[in-house]
């Protein structure tokens, strides 16, 4: 995924997103939707790709937990650390998926002095959004005490120049190697499941007893192997999708699309982005349309249009440009047209609202859902475009669902809204933009 900056689309959409909250910022009850420009905003302009760091003993399966999550192997495996080379941050990116990744064996690894002083720096210099903090399965109770210590001082140390301290996910890495060894691969039996509970309980009460909080702990067996043309020839993961789902939840938004992206078994990830991206544009369809504002169509047109362009920044990177083509030749809907109406967007700031509204909130919102449906359906789920514009007609025809009419106005609660350190908290302020 490009940089913001760089890319033209994602700029044409922020100044969409500014000139119609700009607008907007002239009627009262605009700070109800700050939650959803916000939400905007971090999924699809300001996003990035997650900085993960993680922390454990050699060779307890760290690159290989990465690999897992990309489904590639990007990163080196088994090959004897270089003990002299300096902990870094590294781009690790397949197929246009990237992720930030820093794979450290901790701060006193290594036997130099000044190593500690590396990897604290570091881990400060760029934060990371998550420290995975990864113990091998078989050594869950062996100087499991050093390795604690060693997260406070990376957090401690963490905490100290950035002031913030990012979240915590233990993982028990390696879980196949746990007794019975028959079989080796999932699915596991029942014997193997009991003792990789038993292993989560022990790390579970160090962790307790040692006063590290941790959001979650998972059993995870990352092994893997490819062929040269990158598919698989054993896939022995086990629990690596639940592992993804928990980094996911402890991100900020901001590097939540580039993981939804960026996790192989993401199809689930990538519909919560882009249902967010629909509730957060449908609820402020429903603004515009209810508010005493002229010509809602052209507030509307570029505000959908963000919303599809969010969304097929979701597609597969190989065929997001023939998808976006068959978009709008499908759809006759042009994604980058409707961005490209902000102009007309910003000649309304001067107006001064006070007609009646043109089309019913309602109605501007069930459009917006059912856009926005139809783009998830097409950019995420693989359906065709035919069946896309064949179910988008009928959700026309049929009117309103109650997914849609109960999801206007509030954001999606089910899942973690809770802010990540990074997040602006709600009462910082409401960043209106009205000038
Ligand atoms: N059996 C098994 N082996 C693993 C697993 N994860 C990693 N390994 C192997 O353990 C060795 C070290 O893994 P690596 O990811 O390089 O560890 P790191 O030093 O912590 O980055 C490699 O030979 C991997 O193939 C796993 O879940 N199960
Ligand atoms: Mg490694």
Known sequence: MADSSSDPARRDASDALNDLEAVLARIPGLGQLTQDFRALRALIIENRPPRIAAMGRRGCGKSSIANALLGSEALTTGAVEDTTKSPAWVTIEHEGRRLRWMDTPGLRAGGQPDRGEQVAEMLANEAPDVLLFCVRATQVDSAIDDDIADLRSALAAIETRTKTRPPVIAVITRVDELPPPIPKQPPFTEAKRESIQQATNVLKAHLERSGVVTQSIH????????????????????????????????????????????????RTLRRRVARRIVTGTTSIAFFVAAAPLPHDLVLLTPLQGVMVLGISFLADRNSRARMVAEWTAGMGINLGAGVAMRAAARSLIKLVPGFGSAIAGSVAAAGTWALGSAATRYFVDGATIDETRTEFDAIKRTGFSREALSAIGKPEGSHNEEPHPEDPSPENGTENGSS
């Open 219 to 266: 059993g995870v067996s990352a092994y893997a192997k490819y062929f040269a043309d990158g598919s698989l020839a054993i896939d022995w993961r086990h629990n690596v999708d639940q592992l993804a789902v928990a980094l996911f939840d402890a991100l900020p938004m901001a590097a939540q699309a580039d993981a939804a992206v960026a996790f192989e078994a993401s």
